[in-house]
């Protein structure tokens, strides 16, 4: 990474900032993990271990294809925003993109 | 009407192409849509004589349908010479006079759309146009005409014409029916005579003659022999369907398998990706939606349940006030329970419905001594009770003397351990009873035993009794099992038991002992257990030897002596304690241990330096760290004894000898009859007294938590309630149980309920399912009382546990804020009392140099009081005036 900034200095500020919104969601109480997975369900950028990471990305992009899917069968003029599922340990949001896919677990206060 | 409309749309097309060509003409159809009238239209009124001059007259020569009339110029000329101005043509002199043809347009304006009843049209050009429509060239023209006619018909209700027949009269009359005579009436009838005669019936063949019967036989009816003469069929190609199948013959079973792993990018894709915009711009718009969605869930828990919240809080469901004590059975026996006290009770831990109770004489020391002999002829005897059976006992125990007080081995509940009135321990086995105990549980139901009707239960003998000159010197009041987790060695530290059973007895009467009893043979304790361990099991563990009774403890009849005796020195003064009632730390250990240092229970933080925490952890394994040693003993004189039991040794003589205790507290003022430890937190200890209870924590040396008032009547016994922290039932004098919740009030019982008239004598609570939960309370008639547990005091609420908890540590808290308190107040006072003996010393200096002044003070008042008093009285010397004279 380092090296990078070097090479490429006109960029460092775009990724700065990229960087530091996953830090502040990261740093949100209860957040557990934050991924970044693009179209194809690949992650590019992740806080936990890349076996869990692979996991939920694949998952979890299967499952916000066939959520947006639905709201689109449903209203063709809608489109899904936002998706949270919550389950006894903890909840997981997924924000769809055209091309990308935002990924946080959370632990709720209690 | 439909057949109309198309010659509409003709003639809508029609006059549409009119108003192509000449856009400036409307048609008298649209006009009404027009309200200035162009220049070649001039409205024109028209007077009644006028109209008739012209004929035409309003709605009888002109009419809405039939509006143009052709007026001759000379006419209009004429009509304008003889009436001059007064004319109605006069506004349009000019344009009638150049008008270059003959006849001029007039057309009666019915709706008024120019503002008068008719106009002129003025120009050639546009009466042409005008008239148009109704003359037009060719056919369409006629057409159109007939349109309109016929449209114009339409509405015209139809004349009626006379009819012309044309022929189809005939046919009517030929198909309809007439009558061509009357019609003819026949009146049948039977003859009178045959009404009401009686039927004579007789039988005939059906073959007989061709009346016989009727036959429809079946026939070929011609007119159903249609022979076909044509058909219409179609025929339709297709390709060529051919079905097949095939199946595959796994010949060879191969074994496949499939791997594969998840498509990740390279760092460098995962870079590029990381630097794009695409990915920038998603970001900040996606993270809003994110805080959002992260600070609701801080904020607040929407899927928190509040009906199942609620409940949980509120009391029982039932509403009915279900708090007392309900009196399930009760046992007591006619033999055997006469003149007698139950001393102990004690429910029997694996076979639900069986409680045994130690029946002991209800006589003082003296009665004892002087009925001695009487008492040795009848022995005593521990009775089993079972649920299904309410008058007989199921077994007897018999002991060499009144127990005092028993326990059930936790390993093995067949083996039972007394101790006796007289200082022994006395140990039963009721293994070959076992089945019969089992058998007659049957829980609930009250069903009488019909098997078995032997009035008099099987008498079990004791199997061993420890040596009189070893053991006590006094009554056993209190023995306990040592848990099967670990053992106690020689020198009174513990070590992991690997054979997994309860093997040590703990004992302790008011000769002031403590003594623990090892159940194996006498020779294996002194060796170290690693070689010992092979011999015991080759030397058929007693407990394991299915034998009959009297040989499973045959090794320690009479000879059993205690391995470690713990005295209990006083601290600061000499003499020592009398135990009467003892409680152990209930120490857990983990099996197999691995390294000492996995999952230390609660209790290893709690322990203050006993000594043996420092040993090098790892490798040893025999010895275990994180047992409490510690004991809290309940004595003769109220006191609560805190002391640890592990022998120390002194190095001079090498004798072994127990420490001092660490600490005491009185609090009671007569005798402790019960110690025990909340089944709910390790460390919290329940002591009641003869007129009042203490709640103690252990590790809090300052003193008990909490301390209830003083009741009035005697307490006599107490327990911990099994299923809510805190819940304990106290048993008092007049035969009364109090029911405490610590959490409803402190300063009183939150209930209290007769149970008999003689006072309780031991209370011990069971959980029998999760619906029942019995408390068995005995008393000094030797009435065992079983009662049920209401759903209040057995079912704990949610917090109720971190409630207590809290409620403990806000007591000590609360301990320690006043020792504090009390210590600070101290200093002050030493501090204020230093100050004083500084402050003395100054005081009596100045007190010496004013009284001097004082005393001045009051001479010279006094020399100056004289002096007046002798002048009064003429006693003064030396001052007689001359004037006197």
Not at chain 2, 129 to 136: E, R
Not at chain 2, 477 to 494: A, C, H, K, M
Not at chain 2, 530 to 544: D, F, Q, R
Request: net charge negative; with cysteine.
């Amino acid at each position: 990474m380092m090296k990078r900034l070097f090479t490429q200095p006109a960029v460092p500020q775009q990724q700065a900032e990229v960087e530091d919104t996953l830090k502040r969601i990261q740093s949100h109480k209860g957040v557990i993990g934050t991924i970044v997975v693009n179209g194809e369900g690949i992650p590019i950028r992740t806080t936990l271990d890349s076996s869990t990471t692979v996991l939920y990305a694949g998952l979890l992009h299967q499952l916000t294809l066939k959520a947006r899917s639905t709201v689109r069968d449903i209203d063709p003029q809608n489109d899904l925003t936002f998706l949270r599922i919550r389950s006894k340990k903890h909840e997981i949001m997924v924000a769809p993109d055209k091309e990308y896919l935002l990924i946080v677990i959370q632990n709720p206060s209690e | 009407m439909s057949s109309k409309r198309p010659k509409n749309r003709a003639s809508n097309k029609a006059k549409e192409k009119d108003k192509k060509d000449d856009t400036d003409f409307p048609s008298p159809d649209e006009s009404a849509t027009e309200s200035a009238p162009p220049d070649y239209i001039f409205p024109l009124v028209l007077t009644s004589a006028t109209q008739e001059l012209f004929g035409c007259r309003a709605d009888e020569d002109v009419t809405g349908e039939n509006p143009y009339k052709l007026l001759k110029k000379e006419d209009i000329i004429q009509d304008m010479k003889t009436r001059a101005a007064v004319s109605d043509f006069s506004p349009v002199k000019h344009t009638v006079l150049e008008y270059p043809e003959d006849e001029l347009l007039l057309v009666f304006d019915r709706d008024f759309t120019y503002g008068q009843s008719f106009y002129l049209v003025l120009t050639a050009e546009a009466k042409e146009n005008i008239l148009k429509p109704s003359v037009l060239q060719g056919e369409d023209v006629e057409v159109m005409e007939q349109e309109e006619e016929e449209e114009e018909i339409m509405p015209k209700t139809p004349e009626s014409h006379p009819w012309i027949s044309l022929g189809s009269e005939q046919e009517i009359e030929k198909e309809s029916f007439t009558d061509s005579r009357p019609k003819l009436r026949y009146k049948i009838s039977r003859l009178l005579r045959d009404f009401g005669a009686p039927v004579r019936f007789s039988d005939r063949s059906a073959l007989d003659g061709k009346e016989g019967f009727v036959e429809c036989p079946s026939y070929q009816d011609k007119s159903f022999s249609i022979r076909e003469l044509q058909r219409h069929t179609s025929v339709q190609a297709t390709s060529n369907i051919k079905h097949s199948s095939t199946q595959t013959l796994w010949k060879c079973p191969k074994n496949m398998c499939t791997q594969y792993e998840p498509r990740e990018f390279s760092a460098d894709e995962k870079e590029n990706h990381l630097q794009s915009e695409n990915l920038k711009n998603f970001i900040q718009s996606v993270v809003i939606r994110f805080e959002m969605a992260l600070q609701q869930n801080h904020i607040m828990n929407v899927f928190c349940d509040d009906w199942v919240a609620l409940c949980e809080d509120e009391s029982a469901l039932t509403g009915k006030t279900e708090t007392q004590l309900k009196e399930y059975q009760s046992f007591t026996d006619l033999h055997y329970s006469r003149e007698k006290t139950i001393s102990h009770l004690q429910w029997h831990p694996t076979i639900s419905g069986v409680i045994a109770v130690a029946m002991t004489e209800r006589m003082s020391f003296e009665e004892r001594i002087d009925n001695s002999t009487k008492l040795m002829l009848n022995p005593s005897y521990i009775l089993f009770w079972s649920f299904s059976d309410p008058i007989n006992p199921q077994l007897k125990l018999e002991s060499p003397e009144d127990v005092l007080s028993f326990q059930f081995c936790p390993s093995d509940p067949n083996i039972i351990a007394g101790g006796c009135l007289n200082g022994q321990v006395v140990l039963w086995d009721i293994s070959a009873h076992v089945e019969r105990l089992q058998g007659t549980r049957s829980g609930d139901k009250n069903t009488i035993n019909t098997l078995d009707k032997s009035n008099d239960p099987p008498v079990v003998r004791y199997c061993a009794v420890s040596g009189i000159e070893n053991g006590h010197r006094s009554p056993i009041t209190d023995i306990q099992w040592l848990p099967e987790t670990f053992e106690v060695s020689r020198l009174g530290s513990p070590e992991e038991n690997t054979s997994q059973i309860s093997a040590q007895i703990v004992t302790c009467a008011p000769d002031c002992c403590v003594m623990f009893w090892d159940l194996r043979a006498p020779h294996v304790t002194t060796q170290s257990l690693t070689e010992t361990k092979n011999k015991k099991k080759t030397e058929e563990m007693p407990l394991e030897n299915p034998h009959g009774v009297p040989n499973t403890f045959k090794h320690l009849n009479l000879t059993w002596k205690p391995f470690i005796r713990v005295s209990l020195p006083k601290i600061g003064t000499s003499g020592e304690y009398s135990p009467l009632k003892f409680s152990l730390r209930d120490n857990t250990v983990d099996y197999p241990i691995v390294s000492t240092a996995d999952k230390p229970p609660p209790n290893s933080e709690r322990e203050d330096g006993s000594g043996f925490g420092q040993l090098p952890s790892g490798k040893e394994q025999k010895p275990l760290e994180h047992i409490s040693t510690k004991l809290y003993v309940g004595t003769e004189d109220g006191e609560l004894v805190y002391t640890d039991w592990k022998m120390e040794k002194d190095n001079d003589s090498g004798r072994l000898y127990s420490a001092k205790p660490s600490h005491r507290f009185i609090l009671h003022d007569t005798l402790v009859n019960t110690v025990s430890r909340s089944p709910f937190f390790r460390d919290i200890i329940l002591t009641v007294g003869s007129w009042s209870f203490a709640i103690w924590k252990e590790g809090v040396m300052n003193g008990p938590i909490v301390m209830s008032s003083c009741s009035q009547k005697m307490y006599t016994a107490g327990q911990w309630s099994l299923s809510r922290p805190a819940v304990f039932f106290i048993g008092k004098e007049d035969g009364s149980i109090e029911v405490w919740d610590l959490l409803e009030k402190t300063h009183e019982p939150s209930q209290t309920q007769n149970i008999s008239i003689t006072p309780i004598t031991c209370i011990k609570a069971r959980s029998i399912s999760s619906k029942q939960h019995l408390l068995a309370v005995s008393d000094g008639l030797g009435i065992l009382h079983i009662l049920e547990i209401p759903w209040t005091l057995r079912r704990s609420s949610s917090n109720e546990r971190k409630n207590v908890w809290m409620y403990f540590e806000k007591e000590e808290e609360r301990l320690l804020y006043f020792h504090q308190r009390k210590l600070q107040h101290e200093k002050e006072k030493e501090m204020e009392a230093e100050e004083l003996r500084k402050m003395e010393p100054v005081l009596p200096q100045k007190q010496d140099e004013e009284l001097q002044a004082d005393a001045l003070k009051e001479y010279e008042q006094y020399l100056s009081l004289e002096t007046i008093t002798l002048k009064d009285t003429n006693l003064l010397m030396g001052t007689d005036d001359a004037s006197d004279l």
